[in-house]
């Protein structure tokens, strides 16, 4: 089986696996999100956002790192899986005492301070998710895609007693920690099938671990807080209900992500390995990456700024009317976080983890500082596009930066026409978005842009045989 095969049928597996888990996941928010309200909605978000910030010490940039290294010596993955779940008990521990610790100096209220408590108990579960790196690097996410909707299924089901039941915000926080806990316990009984884990403790590989991490950690902290201070910083200078309405828009956006990371999950550990004994390889799958997720992320902008009312209301109802324009600017930092996804892997794969420390460290400070200015003018609003201005400057940074000095070549056709298609949608659907019935009007949204990006060239004769080599192969 060709490589472009195998990543496509790990890619399909993800896929649907996904599909399935997020359909799941949005019945479990519709449940949540209605019967607390925007109030305690707003306090459920916001604990695990903060606890956010603490997982940074638990996770520590080691995945990555393990997945690129398991990648390049796939007869070590044992002993380096082993080495790297030793490595995050250790941290684990040391997150959760300081979580509890900065809990206890907070001025919150004491309903506010028990939520945390409980959500801070997902930190430990972080120390056993290191065996989902068996099932990246064999290209068998099928296992996981399975464990994955296990825990959504379990975590529904918890939700649905829990609103019959009357429970307080408690009890859900609870819900979503243990059905963390039972998709890792799953990824740990069934690793042995493909890799013996080693928990022989080696110095040297936790050293080197810590070391090529390091950069990917400071990364990751200031990636937390441009992901999450919105949040936190709503809280501080607005109110709960500003945070439950921004939270719900951002929720949703949260929903596309998995479309990146399902491919970016299987070609990371092939950029891994290909980029030192074949280049060539190595700005192939970029490249043809790069294509399909700034399109697709284009796409998803563009039809989801046009349906944003539709969809607030019917999930969640004319309560969160508020949150109609917080999901129609949150919508495109997600579109640009599809290409931003792959230029993260791009940096940690070809080794420059160092340069995304950077770049995530001013965009970090780039977003506090934005945020300051926006959220006491414009509330949830403001927020919103201080996302949309951070993620869009550390794309353009990205592209130009991975561009000169690892591509050699500039993405000129990769770019140019899918925003052209994208002009021309808009123009269709500001003039049929009110003569022709929504099912049909969005469906023929997706076939007027491929249909476009068809004549103009940018589907090539080689992205045809790669799609029909796909087809013939499911068939």
Not at 123 to 147: K, P, Q
Not at 285 to 306: D, E, M, N, P, R
Request: charged content about 15%.
């Amino acid at each position: 089986m060709s490589t472009a095969i195998k990543v496509a049928k790990n890619t399909a597996f993800l896929f649907c696996g996904r599909l399935i888990t997020k359909v799941i996941s949005l019945f479990i928010l519709l449940y949540v999100a209605r019967y607390l309200g925007p109030v305690d909605f707003g306090k459920f978000s916001f604990a695990f956002s903060f606890i956010y910030f603490f997982s940074i010490i638990s996770e520590a940039g080691v995945h990555d790192i393990l997945v690129r290294e398991a990648a390049k010596e796939p007869h070590n993955a044992g002993k380096l899986i082993g080495n790297a779940t030793i490595l995050k008990v250790i941290l684990s521990i040391v997150a959760l005492l300081l979580a509890f610790i900065v809990i206890n100096l907070i001025g919150y209220p004491e309903t506010t301070k028990n939520a945390l408590y409980v959500a801070s108990l997902g930190l430990l579960i972080t120390s056993i998710n290191s065996f989902d790196v068996i099932y990246e690097i064999t290209l068998r996410m099928e296992y996981s895609v399975l464990f994955s909707v296990a825990s959504r299924i379990f975590f529904l089901l918890f939700v649905l007693i829990a609103t019959l039941t009357n429970s307080t915000l408690i009890v859900f926080i609870f819900a979503s920690v243990a059905a963390d806990l039972l998709q890792n316990l799953l990824a740990f009984l069934f690793s042995e099938k493909f890799v013996k884990t080693e928990f022989n403790l080696e110095s040297n590989i936790i050293m080197k671990m810590l070391r090529d991490a390091l950069p990917v950690s400071i990364a990751s902290v200031f990636i937390m807080i441009y992901f999450r201070i919105d949040v936190v910083m709503l809280s501080f200078l607005k109110s709960d209900i500003d945070v439950g309405f921004y939270s719900s828009a951002y929720r949703l956006t949260e929903a596309f992500t998995f479309l990146p990371s399902i491919l970016i999950v299987s070609i990371f550990p092939l950029m891994s390995k290909y980029k030192k004994n074949s280049p060539e390889l190595f700005n192939y799958i970029f490249i043809h990456s790069f294509k399909y997720l700034f399109a697709s992320g284009l796409l998803i902008g563009v039809i989801i700024t046009f349906l944003a009312k539709d969809i607030i209301l019917l999930i969640y109802g004319i309560e969160y009317y508020e949150s109609i324009k917080i999901l129609q600017i949150l919508i495109w930092a997600t579109s640009i976080m599809f290409v931003n996804t792959l230029l993260s892997s791009t940096y940690i794969s070809s080794g420059n983890q160092k340069i995304i420390a950077k770049v995530s460290a001013f965009a970090a400070l780039f977003n506090v500082g934005l945020n300051l200015i926006l959220i006491p003018l414009f509330a949830s609003v403001g927020a919103a596009l201080a996302t949309v201005a951070t993620e869009f400057i550390v794309m353009i940074f990205g592209i130009y930066w991975i561009t000169k000095n690892i591509l050699h070549r500039y993405l000129f056709n990769e770019i140019f026409f899918p925003l052209i298609a994208a002009f021309l949608l808009v123009i269709y659907l500001l003039f049929f978005g009110t003569y022709i019935n929504l099912l049909l009007l969005y469906s023929l949204s997706i076939f007027i842009f491929l249909g476009i990006l068809h004549v103009t060239g940018w589907l090539n004769s080689e992205d045809k045989q790669l799609f029909r080599k796909v087809i013939l192969y499911k068939r």
